[in-house]
C-alpha cells in the first residue's frame, strides 16, 4: 500500500505525490482514499484504496526499467514500417492500440508506442490524432523519468529524443537527397 509523500505513477496520467490518506463516509460506509497531488501538473484527486489495482496505479519504475525502456528507443519498430496500415481505419485500430497500452501504464509498452511514431514520422506527416499520442507518450515517460533519474525536462526530454535526432532536425526530403549515392 501506498504510503503518504510517495511518488505514483498514475496510468495516462503521470507522476502525482500521496498528500492524504483519509477516511470518508460515503453512505453507510468508511472508505479510505488516497488524494493524489499531480507534479507536473495542476490536478488533484481522491482515488477510493480498493480502487487503486484496478486503476493500475503503481511506483514508479526502477532505474533498471528505465534504461531499458530508454533502450528500447534505439530498437527498430516491432512491426515492420512499410505494412503499416496508414489509411484512416488502420489508424483507428492502432489508435485503441496505442490507448490500451497507454492505460496500462507500463513504462515500456509507453515506450514502444513513442519509437513508433518517431519511426511513423519519418515516413509520413503525421495526423493530428498521431501528434497528440506522440506528445502523450512522450510526456509521460519524461515525467517518469525525471523523478527515477532526479534530472530536468530537458535533460530527459534529449535523452528521449536523441535516437530520432537524424529525422527531427532535417527535413524529409534532405534525409533523401543525403542518403543517394554522388
Known sequence: MFKLHDHVIY???GVALVDEISDKKVGE???QFLTLNFV???MTIL???YNVATI????PSSESDVNTAIHELSKKPEKILDSIDFTPSGWNRRHKDYQLKIQMGKLI???????DLMYIAQQKDLSFGERVVLQTTEELITQEIQVVK????EAVVQ??????????????SFLHEAQQPT
Open 11 to 13: 496510468p495516462a496520467h
Open 29 to 31: 460506509n468508511n472508505i
Open 40 to 42: 507536473f501538473k495542476d
Open 47 to 49: 482515488v477510493p484504496t
Open 56 to 59: 493500475g496505479i503503481r511506483y
Open 109 to 115: 509498452e509507453v515506450a514502444k508506442i513513442y519509437r
Open 150 to 153: 532526479k534530472k530536468e525536462r
Open 159 to 172: 535523452v528521449l529524443r536523441n535516437p530520432f535526432k537524424q529525422f527531427i532536425f532535417h527535413d524529409k
